[in-house]
Every structure is written in structure tokens, then in C-alpha cells.
């Protein structure tokens, strides 16, 4: 990889994964600390950033992680003032949480509802909160917000929830790109398509195995396969990199071309 961040301090919110198999933000941290950055892994369970934070010094890279819930904003801001003080000022935050919850309008419980706000939008927003006064101080940061082709298309599963989600990210995105582009602060957003993750077996009908899911989702890419979190890391691992030194509020479709697809 030609991206370096050497030395810069990349804050990781969801660097665990919720089963077995590699998940987007265990590729992000890896990717990030094999780009020469010190990663903090912050995950709610605690044995997962541990276990990703092994991970990355077992590969002579560094690390540091954190239990905390994306939710609460006393977890969020305990979190972020520990890596700031104990580790350095987050150069890079990368917000990676996110659930898929399915279910028309109809259909959908309000309590549903509210929680994937609170997991795929409000989390964006308590971490944005709590490290920009940091990357302000600064005088520089990069903001990376793991976000979908769901919030630009409609990707043929029923989950107006998370997609609205999804929208709400990329649009906040923008707005802190135009709010903090003159101040030394880019944001950027990374839509992933169909991406082979522990979480794709969610994305199936009842009655399938998880093979059959990945088949049915391989079959909808224009490439013929899923992407992998790899493909999700690397376009992240650009955005936060100087090699983006000029690419501010942009919303990337790492898809395979499913969002530039018609019908």
C-alpha cells in the first residue's frame, strides 16, 4: 500500500465483529496499523477489540483498545479523552458501528426504529462531538464514516430504517466536510454494496443457509461477487491518508458499480 499514517493516531468505533469471520472494522484497524498508524480498537464487547488489538501487535504493528458502547455518550466521551491523553490527539476517526434492521414502515416497531437511529446515526454524532475539539486543536483530522449504497438507492431488501440511517450519515458527512474544510478537517463517507461480511447472513430470507445467501448476493453484484471488507479498508485507509489531502465531503461507492446500475 502506498498510504501512510505513520505515526498518527486512528480511532476505530466497532473494531470487533459479530461473528465469526472478518468484519469491516477489523479490516479497517488492520489496514490502518499496517499503514504505520497506532490504532485505538474501541468495540462494545470487550473480548473483540481485545482480540483485534492482539491481532495488530502480533503483526509488529500498535495498538490500544477500549470497551465502550457507541451509544452512550458518557462511554463515547471517557473513550476519546483516554486515547487523547493516554495515546495522542486522533488524527483519523473512523466510525464504523452500524446495524441492519429489516421491516417495512407497517411493519417496524417504534422501538426498532429508535434503536438503529441511535446505533448507525447517533453514534456518528456523539463521536464527531467528542473528537473534534481535538482535531481542532490540531489543526488537522480526517473523519471517515462507513456508510451504504442504501442511503443513495434502493438495493431491493426492505429496511427503510437503515437506509434512512445511511442517508442521514452521508448528508452529515457533507456538512462537517463544508463546516471544517477551513480549519485543517476533512470527512469523508465510504458506501459499501454488497459486502461478504459475519453480518451477511442477515441480509437472507428465512430458510436459506448462509452459502445460499452469499450466492443470491454474489448473483446481484455487477462484478459477480461481493466485495470484501479489505476492499471497504483500503478505500477508507485513502480517505484518511494524505494521498486525499484534497477530497473533502465525498461519498464513495465502494460497490462494484451496483449504485451506477440502472434497474
Known amino acids: 500500500m502506498s498510504a501512510s499514517l505513520d505515526g498518527r493516531v486512528v480511532l476505530v468505533l466497532g473494531a470487533g465483529s459479530s461473528g465469526a469471520g472478518l468484519s469491516n472494522g477489523q479490516a479497517a484497524a488492520l489496514?490502518?496499523?499496517?499503514?504505520?498508524?497506532?490504532?485505538?480498537?474501541?468495540?462494545?464487547?470487550?473480548?473483540?477489540?481485545?482480540?483485534?488489538?492482539d491481532r495488530i501487535r502480533a503483526e509488529g504493528g500498535r495498538a490500544v483498545w477500549f470497551a465502550a458502547d457507541v451509544t452512550v455518550e458518557d462511554d463515547v466521551d471517557r473513550v476519546v479523552a483516554s486515547v487523547a491523553a493516554d495515546v495522542g490527539v486522533p488524527g483519523v476517526l473512523h466510525n464504523n458501528v452500524g446495524i441492519v434492521t429489516a421491516g417495512s414502515v407497517v411493519d417496524l416497531a417504534r422501538s426498532a426504529w429508535d434503536a438503529t437511529l441511535a446505533v448507525n446515526l447517533t453514534s456518528v454524532y456523539l463521536?464527531?462531538?467528542?473528537?473534534?475539539?481535538?482535531?481542532?486543536?490540531a489543526g488537522r483530522g480526517a473523519i471517515v464514516n462507513v456508510s451504504s449504497v442504501?442511503?443513495?438507492?434502493?438495493?431491493g431488501y426492505v429496511?427503510?430504517?437503515?437506509?434512512?440511517?445511511?442517508?442521514a450519515v452521508n448528508q452529515l458527512t457533507v456538512s462537517l466536510a463544508l463546516t471544517y474544510a477551513g480549519r485543517g478537517i476533512r470527512a469523508n463517507a465510504v458506501l459499501a454494496g454488497l459486502i461478504d461480511t459475519p453480518l451477511t447472513a442477515a441480509f437472507g430470507p428465512e430458510g436459506l443457509t448462509a452459502e445460499q445467501v452469499r450466492a443470491r448476493r454474489d448473483a446481484l453484484s455487477p462484478t459477480g461477487r461481493m466485495g470484501t471488507p479489505w476492499d471497504v479498508a483500503r478505500a477508507a485507509l485513502f480517505l484518511a491518508s494524505d494521498d486525499?489531502?484534497?477530497?473533502?465531503?465525498?461519498?464513495?461507492?465502494?460497490?462494484?458499480?451496483?449504485s451506477a446500475r440502472c434497474g
Open 31 to 53: 489496514t490502518y496499523a499496517r499503514a504505520g498508524a497506532v490504532v485505538a480498537a474501541v468495540d462494545r464487547d470487550p473480548a473483540r477489540a481485545e482480540e483485534i488489538a
Open 244 to 258: 486525499a489531502a484534497y477530497v473533502n465531503g465525498v461519498c464513495l461507492p465502494v460497490d462494484g458499480g451496483l
Open 159 to 167: 429496511y427503510p430504517v437503515y437506509s434512512a440511517t445511511k442517508a
Open 127 to 137: 463521536a464527531c462531538r467528542a473528537v473534534l475539539p481535538h482535531m481542532l486543536g
Open 150 to 155: 442504501a442511503g443513495i438507492r434502493d438495493t
